[in-house]
């Protein structure tokens, strides 16, 4: 009769499902079973004179798997000046704070280079129908650019003015009408039978783009 204690671990009869699903997350290696942040490459930038000039340029885009026109394009819009390659550098017109460049950069990884769904850089830049695709090869997930909403947007959604709503305002000016003007967001609103420096809560009757017209509710 053989000894059961002497059995090797691989011919080890389970209870039960979660017995074999815990031995199975013990055989994978950390590298696959856990994937850490990415980070951006430490940048080498110094300033000569009237310039910025980004010494590792070719070095990073590499590493982020892009293309350097696409990657330069990028960063030049979003710097807002000029600039050019020179044998794997980039040189910027204008002094920028490398902090700044920095910023840019984890911007366009964000957008361009990590996946929507898993996080991870393994991603390719494709063309689909004149659409811009990313295609991630680490989980099989491929869709359109996503845009990163601007504050200012993400502010004006949130400052929007709804009809039947009542807000809570400060009469700033008065109309050519002898309307009382306050003012929410984009907002400009006319609020009748009220003066400059009223503080008073005030019903939304009607809007036409960034013009609203309101009724006082409790002065």
Known sequence: MSDKSN?????KSYEN????LET???????EISEHERFEIPDLDILQEGNTTIFKNFTDIADQINRSPE????FLLGELGTAGERENGRVVFKGKINSSKIRNKIEDYVEK??????CGRPDTRL????????????ACGAHGPIRGKQSKSTSSAKSDKIEEGQIYELMIQDIGKEGDGMAKKGGYT????GTT??????VRINNTTGNLAFGTVVDK
């Open 70 to 73: 696409n990657f330069l394009k």
């Open 24 to 30: 199975a997350r013990d055989k994978i290696p950390d």
């Open 7 to 11: 059995t090797p671990d691989e011919n």
């Open 126 to 137: 494709v063309k689909e129908d004149r659409v811009e695709i990313i295609k991630c090869d």
């Open 112 to 117: 361009y280079v990590l996946c929507p769904e």
């Open 196 to 201: 400059k420096g009223d503080k008073v809560k």
């Open 189 to 192: 609103i006319y609020v009748p």
């Open 17 to 20: 499902y979660d017995d074999l």
